[in-house]
């Protein structure tokens, strides 16, 4: 059983909707991220939240849009998305921003973008 | 621009006998490295990790070995069992001002026969 929970588990969208993702924790980790995973391929990071604030963003477009209302809970704004958003989006947490702290991975939302 | 590899996709093992998954990284940056088994439709599940310090560290069946000379990191998993048939990544963690960022590798599907 994951102890991050991700909601929904599966999302489809038109280009013009938007829409949200949910993760939530109760580990009383401090560090939370998002990553992007296409078929076949490794996930890859998007944003870091470090003790409710924005920390990275590896350049993600605007259209993706996160927010962090408290420490145990990292949303992610969806709002005019492309067909090539289409992915599996995961949500992960670690006790905190240190190197040596693994993250722990939600089961992902399905994202498809019609 | 691919910092962790994992030039293995598929691996084949019988039950009982022992698995050996392989990893290459370039950025000497990275000083903390996880191994992640993921199943079909479930998240990256954290199995091991390992400290740049550190050259091995095992956990029941499993153990990760740290070349950090080779930038080569290695899973071996004994004995094999048929639910360890699933994908394994291996990542690294880079701690940048902002906080923790893992890169994966492309990851290896080990199948484990009867």
């Known amino acids: 059983d994951t102890e991050v929970t991700q909601t929904p588990k599966h999302l489809v969208m038109g280009m013009t909707n938007k829409k949200s993702l949910k993760c939530e924790q109760h580990?009383?980790?401090?560090?939370m991220y998002w990553y992007k995973q296409k078929a076949k391929k490794p996930p890859e990071l998007m944003f870091v939240?470090?003790?409710?604030?924005?920390?990275i963003n590896e350049s993600v477009p605007s259209r993706f849009s996160p927010e962090c209302p408290n420490s145990s809970l990292l949303n992610l704004h969806l709002h005019a998305l492309q067909p090539e958003d289409s992915a599996l989006y995961l949500c992960?947490?670690?006790?905190?921003?240190?190197?040596?702290?693994?993250?722990?991975f939600g089961d992902g939302t399905r994202l498809s973008i019609l | 621009d691919q910092q962790v590899k994992q030039n293995s996709p598929s691996l084949s093992v019988q039950e009982g006998r022992i698995s050996i998954l392989n990893c290459d990284y370039t950025?000497?940056?990275?000083?903390?490295f996880l191994w992640y088994k993921k199943y079909p439709a479930e998240g990256p599940t954290f199995l091991i990790s390992?400290?740049?310090?550190?050259d091995k560290n095992e956990d029941g069946r499993f153990t990760v070995f740290l070349n950090k000379s080779a930038k080569h990191l290695s899973l071996h998993i004994v004995p094999s069992q048929p639910g360890d048939s699933a994908v394994y990544f291996c990542?690294?963690?880079?701690?940048?001002?902002?906080?923790?960022?893992?890169?994966f590798g492309t990851g290896t599907q080990l199948k484990v026969e009867l």
């Open positions: 992960a947490s670690s006790q905190g921003p240190r190197g040596n702290q693994p993250q722990h």
């Open positions: 580990m009383g980790h401090r560090a």
């Open positions: 939240y470090s003790y409710e604030k924005l920390s």
């Open positions: 950025n000497s940056m990275f000083d903390y």
């Open positions: 390992i400290s740049s310090i550190k």
């Open positions: 990542a690294a963690s880079e701690v940048t001002g902002g906080g923790n960022k893992l890169t």
